[in-house]
C-alpha cells in the first residue's frame, strides 16, 4: 500500500509539474513581482527556517500552529520593506543613469527633415476603423513607430470576438503617417503568427515568455522591410544586488510575420535597428521616476520626498497621450520627458531626452516655463470663438525651433474624425501660432517657405480606397492621368502627394 500511495503522489507531483509548465506563460506577471523583488523571498525563508528549527528542537508539531502568526508577521513586514527595496533601487538606477546636462538643443535636429509629427493617435484611431471592411476583424491597440525616418501609427488587424480569435490569424497591420493630417491608409495584409490580440499560445506575450521567461518586454512596435513584417520588442531583464533588483535594456526579440524569434543583444540592436524604437518605453519611464532618488543614501532619499521636496519632481499629462513623448529627433527617435516642481505649479522646470541606447540628457530651466496643461489656457483664449464642447486640444508635444521651446497642440473635432488646426504656444512669453494647414506649420518649423515646382496644372483628384490602400487618380490638364498607389510609394511621396490641390502644377517625372 505505502508503494502505491507513493506512485500515486509521484504521478500527481509530476502531472502538477506539467500543469504549472503548461500555464507558466500565465503566471509570469506573478512569477516576476518574487524574481524582481527578492526580499519577499529571503524573509520567507528566514521564517520557515526559524519555523523548523524551533520544530524540530521541540520534537513537536506545535510549532506549525504558528504558521499563520508568522504569516501575518510578514505581510506587516513585507510593506515597509517593499518601500525600502524599491527606493533603493531607484537610488542605484539614478547613479546608473545621471543626465547629462546641455545648456541648449542647438544640437539636435528636432525638424527631421521637414517629417514632422502632427496626426493625434485619436484620429489615426478613427481613420482605421472607418476603413475596417472585414465583419470577422477587428483593430487591435494603436501605437506609434519609426523606419526609414519616418513615423507611423499602426496597428494590428486582429480577430474580432472570442470565437474568432481562437480560429483565426491575424491578418495584417494599418500603417498612417503621422507626418500628415490627410486620410492616408496603408494596409499590408499578411498572416501574422502571433500578435497581442489573439488568444494563449497564438498571443504575442505567450511566445515571448516561453521565449526568455525570466523578463520583462515592452510595448511591441512594427516595422516594414521589404514587404515583410517584423515586429520589435524590448526586452528587460534585471540586475541583482543582494535584496533588491535594477531593470536594465537587454536587447531586443523580433519576430517576423512566421512567428519565427530572434534575439539582438542591445548593441546589435542599436546597430541593425538604430532608428526604430528599441528602448523600452517603461524602462525610460522608471528611469525618470529615479531622478527623485539622486542624493547618496536611500534613506536621505526617502526622507527628502516625505518632508523637503528638494529638487523634486513630477511628470505632467495634459491628455490621454501619457508621457513620454517620442519625437523624431536628429533623424532618430527619443524619448522626451516634461517635468514640473514638484507641488501644485503647472510650470516645466526640465527637459530630458532619453536615446534609443538609452543616454539621458536634461536641459534645466532658470525660471519655469509654462506646462502643457497652462498651455491649452492660452489655445483656448486665442480661439475665443471655437466651440470647446464640439472640438477638443489634444497631444502637447515639446517642439524646438531653434533654441526655443514651444507647445504643439493639435486641435481635432471630439469624433476624431480630422485636424482642425496646429497651434504652438511659446513656454516664455505664451504667445500663440495658429497654423490651418500642414504644410505652413511645417514650413515655420524648417524656417522657410514651401515651394512646389511641377510642370502641370492639376484638372481633378479622385480619392478612393482599394484592398484597404488609399489611391490618388491625378487627372492632369493635358488630358492624361496619373494612377498611384499609398502601398507602393514612400513615406516622403505619400505626404507629398496627399497635400496637392486642384489648380497646382504636377511634375510627371516625379
Not at 507558466?24 to 527578492?38: I, K, S
Not at 488587424?157 to 507626418?179: C, Q, T
Not at 491628455?319 to 501644485?344: C, H, S, T
Not at 526655443?404 to 511659446?426: A, E, M, N, T
Request: net charge positive; with cysteine.
Amino acid at each position: 500500500m505505502n508503494l502505491k500511495k507513493k506512485i500515486y503522489q509521484t504521478i500527481i507531483i509530476i502531472l502538477l509539474l506539467i500543469l504549472i509548465y503548461a500555464i507558466a506563460p500565465v503566471l509570469h506577471p506573478f512569477a516576476m513581482f518574487f524574481y524582481a523583488n527578492p526580499i519577499i523571498i529571503e524573509v520567507f525563508a528566514i521564517f520557515a527556517l526559524i519555523v523548523v528549527v524551533w520544530a524540530y528542537k521541540n520534537r513537536s508539531l506545535e510549532a506549525l500552529k504558528h504558521t499563520a502568526t508568522a504569516i501575518l508577521i510578514i505581510s506587516i513586514i513585507l510593506s515597509p520593506l517593499l518601500y525600502y527595496t524599491n527606493a533603493c533601487s531607484l537610488t542605484t538606477l539614478q547613479k546608473e543613469h545621471i543626465p547629462n546636462n546641455i545648456k541648449d538643443f542647438q544640437k539636435l535636429d528636432f525638424r527631421n527633415g521637414g517629417y514632422l509629427r502632427v496626426l493625434p493617435k485619436k484620429v489615426a484611431e478613427t481613420y482605421m476603423i472607418s476603413s475596417l471592411e472585414y465583419p470577422r476583424y477587428t483593430i487591435g491597440e494603436v501605437h506609434i513607430t519609426t523606419f526609414n525616418n519616418s513615423m507611423f501609427w499602426f496597428s494590428y488587424l486582429e480577430p474580432d470576438g472570442l470565437f474568432n480569435r481562437i480560429i483565426l490569424k491575424s491578418r495584417g497591420v494599418f500603417l498612417i503617417p503621422a507626418n500628415t493630417t490627410e486620410r492616408v491608409i496603408i494596409r499590408k495584409e499578411k498572416r501574422i503568427e502571433y500578435t497581442p490580440g489573439q488568444l494563449i499560445t497564438d498571443n504575442l506575450y505567450w511566445k515571448l515568455y516561453r521565449f526568455d521567461y525570466f523578463a520583462d518586454y515592452g510595448k511591441p512596435r512594427v516595422v516594414v522591410e521589404n514587404s515583410h513584417i517584423y515586429t520589435i520588442v524590448p526586452q528587460i531583464k534585471y540586475k541583482f544586488h543582494l535584496f533588491y533588483t535594477t531593470p536594465y535594456w537587454s536587447g531586443i526579440v523580433v519576430i517576423d510575420e512566421d512567428g519565427n524569434m530572434r534575439y539582438y543583444s542591445k548593441e546589435s540592436a542599436l546597430k541593425k535597428f538604430g532608428s526604430c524604437v528599441i528602448f523600452p518605453e517603461s524602462l525610460a519611464k522608471r528611469i525618470i521616476e529615479s531622478q527623485n532618488y539622486w542624493k547618496n543614501s536611500t534613506i536621505e532619499n526617502i526622507l527628502n520626498l516625505w518632508l523637503k521636496h528638494e529638487n523634486e519632481i513630477e511628470l505632467v499629462d495634459a491628455d490621454g497621450n501619457k508621457q513620454p513623448y517620442l519625437i523624431m529627433v536628429n533623424n532618430k527617435p527619443y524619448w522626451i520627458f516634461a517635468v514640473e516642481p514638484y507641488g501644485r505649479a503647472y510650470g516645466i522646470s526640465k527637459i530630458f531626452i532619453i536615446s534609443m541606447a538609452g543616454k539621458v540628457e536634461e536641459c534645466k530651466f532658470n525660471e519655469p516655463k509654462i506646462g502643457p496643461i497652462k498651455g491649452m489656457d492660452y489655445v483656448q483664449k486665442a480661439l475665443p470663438t471655437y466651440d470647446w464642447d464640439k472640438f477638443e486640444i489634444v497631444e502637447p508635444l515639446p517642439i524646438f525651433v531653434g533654441n526655443k521651446l514651444y507647445w504643439r497642440y493639435v486641435i481635432i473635432p471630439k469624433s476624431g474624425g480630422g485636424v482642425s488646426k496646429i497651434v504652438l504656444v511659446d513656454v516664455d512669453t505664451g504667445e500663440v501660432k495658429i497654423f490651418n494647414s500642414t504644410e505652413s506649420y511645417k514650413a515655420f518649423i524648417l524656417g522657410k517657405s514651401v515651394k512646389k515646382s511641377k510642370s502641370v496644372v492639376i484638372k481633378e483628384i479622385i480619392t478612393y480606397e482599394k484592398f484597404g490602400n488609399t489611391h490618388w487618380i491625378i487627372v492632369l490638364s493635358n488630358g492624361s492621368y496619373v494612377d498611384l498607389s499609398s502601398e507602393n510609394m514612400s513615406a516622403d511621396k505619400i505626404i507629398r502627394i496627399s497635400n496637392l490641390k486642384v489648380g497646382e502644377t504636377f511634375n510627371i517625372s516625379n
